[in-house]
């Protein structure tokens, strides 16, 4: 139990950060969820969005970044 709490732990201190840096994206006026790409679709009764090119460059962040955390941990 003591391993599933701190994994939980974990878990919620990574969301706050990840918040948080959205956030202050958002005021800094980085285009995220609007840039080229991000698909979005608006019926009558309906909207249906999906942000490619958004997930994209987060994904080769997130992968830059845990790369060099790895090479940098060895």
């Known amino acids: 139990m ?39 679709f608006r019926g009558k009764n309906v909207q249906v969005y999906f942000p490619l090119g958004t997930s994209l460059v987060i994904s080769v962040i997130l992968s830059l970044l845990l790369y060099l955390l790895s090479k940098w941990h060895r």
């Not at 201190?13 to 959205?22: C, F, H, K, N, S």
């Not at 995220?32 to 698909?39: A, K, M, N, S, V």
């Open 2 to 40: 003591v391993q599933l709490g701190k994994a939980l732990l974990g878990l919620g201190i990574l969301l706050v950060v990840a918040g948080g840096v959205l956030m202050m994206a958002g005021r800094a006026g980085l285009p995220l969820g609007r840039l080229p790409g991000d698909f979005s």
